[in-house]
């Protein structure tokens, strides 16, 4: 376990038909840092910006049916985000250069991704609620905030497309 504090971060989804944006908020000055937003949906792009308007991140998903998605900075490779699932399990995985994150989901909702040495680099607990949803990121000093943050935009995205097909395939199965 890190012995230090971790930054916290909330992040609110603003989902509409047309539109796919999270607002980024940081909890100790509760002030809003970051904005995301997602465009396409097969192979999605996200952009992620700063209060200024400054790009800071970019995402992009290789291909359709892949769960590979690169980060870039300043229109450079600059992180790699790896989701595979299989029928009993799934791995995830954001490496950055050499460092390389493992990811779990821990319970319910919850994730935590480890370095190599098992130090946890960041905790994400997505909160779903009726009307509004809101995520809570804790990242710890041994990752970039803006990272971990994308990467829990990117994780929610497909947990919200399993969901999704969770639902229509349980709604076809009573249909028949």
Known sequence: MNQADPFGFAIYPDISLFKTRYEIVDLSTDSTVFEI???GSFKPHFY???NSGKEELSAKKIAVWSGIYRMFKNDIRYATFDYATSCCSSQIEIQIGTKRYMGARVRGSSFEFVDNYGNVAF?????IRLINSEYLVE????IEPAVAILASVILDTIIRAQQGA???????AAAM
Not at 123 to 127: K, T, V
Not at 139 to 142: Q, R, T
Request: zero cysteines; proline letters at 0%.
């Open 37 to 39: 937003h997602r465009e």
């Open 48 to 50: 992620m910006k700063d």
């Open 123 to 127: 905790y994400f607990q997505r909160y």
């Open 139 to 142: 990242v710890y000093d041994n």
């Open 166 to 172: 969770a639902a229509a395939s349980t709604s076809t």
